[in-house]
């Protein structure tokens, strides 16, 4: 079992930008898909921004051009670069490893999950 081990969140202003981490156990981490997804209060966990093991990225539409997503697979991290932050932004963000190298916006491609970082974006 794959531990995910997620870092960076805390409090910033809107327009503002922050880097989390995900660092995560296992020597096969790049030959996985990692990905990213967010839970705001109320709502439903959503897709945010994967990486297939290629290289390929992939975002939601809501933070298409803002967030971008990265892996060093020589530290077995994987980034999530949050720019001009928006207060709907704010939620618990979470990492994800894919059951493949191919994983992309469904929860159900993915088999580890971290214990989630709180993002929150004051207005």
């Known amino acids: 079992q794959v531990q995910l081990v997620e870092s960076g969140g805390g409090l910033v202003q809107a327009g503002g930008s922050l880097r989390l981490s995900c660092a995560a156990s296992?020597?096969?981490?790049?030959?996985?898909?990692m990905g990213w997804f967010r839970q705001a209060p109320g709502k439903e966990r959503e897709f945010v921004i994967s990486?297939?093991?290629?290289?390929?990225?992939y975002s939601s539409g809501s933070v298409k051009g803002r967030f971008t997503i990265s892996r060093d697979n020589a530290k077995n991290t994987v980034y999530l670069q949050m720019n001009s932050l928006k207060s709907e932004d704010t939620a618990v963000y979470y990492c994800?490893?894919?059951?493949?190298?191919?994983?992309?916006?469904?929860?159900?491609?993915?088999?580890?999950w971290g214990q989630g970082t709180q993002v929150t974006v004051s207005s």
């Open positions: 990486s297939w093991a290629d290289g390929s990225t």
């Open positions: 296992g020597r096969t981490f790049s030959t996985y898909a």
């Open positions: 994800a490893k894919g059951s493949s190298s191919r994983s992309a916006w469904s929860e159900a491609a993915y088999d580890s």
